[in-house]
């Protein structure tokens, strides 16, 4: 293995953000910022399937968004129901299966029915797993971990807390809107992540830009704790663990 990841990441998390910047500069409602949002997220799992990402998360509803005025949240809701619906033969057809990772106690019965059904539908693809983060906190997610191991009475290590979240570690995190923040996304998962901040608008993101960012994470140096004089002399088979 050389000092370069030289390889692409095979697990990359999405922070969406700018469908309302998007909208307002073209003096749209901010609902049509987040229809063309829907459209460049099914350009870029489209991508990213083809490149060979393992596993992409996107973040689409925080559990701090519900704080936003109503008919945005219902409008939100909605764009999820429906683009599920619409959207999951093609997944099938591309072999991405589909996750829904949150807390799903706020969602209308509808939802959650859609939610079943693509989960299901899509259960057998290999191509990719997409992962859609909604009603999700990365200190919840933390949360239920460790609630789920104290009522297994397993032991809570570091190991165990990893294996009980709802997502697994991150090799590449990618914000877009300008901010350079995690915003209660997956906090645990992304401790050796390396972080991509893209200026462009999430709407204005696509499959160019998704691999100007895979391009970037294969020439940063991962070390792991170490120095780069032991990643140049050491053959190393494996990744060392996190220290
Ligand atoms: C951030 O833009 C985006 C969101 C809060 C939602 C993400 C939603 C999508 C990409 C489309 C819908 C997809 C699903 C799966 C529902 P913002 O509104 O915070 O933008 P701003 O910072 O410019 O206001």
Same mark, same amino acid.
């Not at 229809?35 to 083809?50: D, N, Q």
């Not at 939802?111 to 299901?120: D, H, N, V, Y």
């Given at each position: 293995?050389?000092?370069?990841?030289?390889?692409?990441?095979?697990?990359? %998390?999405?922070?969406?953000?700018?469908?309302?910047?998007? %909208?307002?500069?073209?003096? @749209?409602?901010?609902?049509?910022?987040?229809?063309?949002?829907? $459209?460049?997220?099914?350009?870029?799992?489209?991508?990213?399937? *083809?490149?060979?990402?393992?596993?992409? #998360?996107?973040? %689409?509803?925080?559990?701090?968004?519900?704080?936003?005025?109503?008919?945005?949240?219902?409008?939100?809701?909605?764009?999820?129901?429906?683009?599920?619906?619409?959207? #999951?033969?093609?997944?099938?057809? %591309?072999?991405?299966?589909?996750?829904?990772?949150?807390?799903?106690?706020?969602?209308?019965?509808?939802? @959650?029915?859609?939610?079943?059904?693509?989960?299901?539908? #899509?259960?057998?693809?290999? &191509?990719?797993?997409?992962?859609?983060?909604? /009603?999700?906190?990365?200190?919840? =997610?933390?949360?239920?971990?460790?609630?789920?191991?104290? &009522?297994?009475?397993?032991?809570?290590? *570091?190991?165990?807390?990893?294996?009980?979240?709802?997502?697994?570690?991150?090799? @590449?995190?990618?914000?877009?809107?300008?901010?350079?923040?995690?915003?209660?996304?997956?906090?645990?998962?992304?401790?050796?992540? $390396?972080?991509?901040?893209? =200026?462009?608008?999430?709407?204005?993101?696509?499959?160019? &830009?998704?691999? *100007? &960012?895979? #391009?970037?994470?294969?020439?940063?140096?991962?070390?792991?704790?170490?120095?780069?004089?032991?990643?140049?002399?050491?053959?190393?088979?494996?990744?060392?663990?996190? /220290?």
């Amino acid at each position: 293995m050389s000092r370069m990841s030289s390889h692409l990441p095979r697990h990359v %998390a999405v922070i969406m953000d700018g469908n309302g910047r998007w %909208a307002k500069a073209r003096l @749209l409602p901010r609902a049509q910022g987040h229809r063309k949002g829907l $459209e460049s997220l099914h350009e870029i799992v489209e991508a990213a399937a *083809e490149l060979g990402v393992e596993a992409l #998360t996107v973040f %689409a509803f925080s559990s701090e968004n519900w704080r936003r005025p109503e008919r945005e949240v219902r409008l939100l809701m909605e764009l999820f129901a429906s683009g599920l619906e619409k959207w #999951t033969p093609q997944l099938v057809d %591309a072999g991405v299966r589909i996750r829904i990772v949150g807390d799903r106690s706020r969602f209308s019965e509808s939802l @959650l029915r859609q939610i079943e059904a693509s989960e299901t539908a #899509t259960k057998a693809g290999t &191509a990719m797993t997409l992962s859609i983060a909604a /009603n999700y906190g990365g200190r919840w =997610d933390i949360v239920e971990a460790a609630k789920q191991l104290l &009522a297994q009475g397993r032991p809570l290590t *570091e190991e165990h807390l990893t294996e009980a979240l709802s997502v697994s570690d991150v090799d @590449l995190m990618i914000r877009t809107g300008g901010e350079c923040r995690l915003s209660n996304f997956m906090l645990w998962q992304t401790s050796y992540a $390396e972080i991509f901040f893209s =200026d462009k608008l999430w709407p204005d993101f696509d499959r160019e &830009a998704l691999k *100007e &960012a895979l #391009t970037w994470y294969t020439q940063r140096e991962r070390r792991f704790g170490r120095t780069s004089e032991q990643l140049s002399h050491t053959e190393r088979k494996t990744e060392p663990k996190p /220290n």
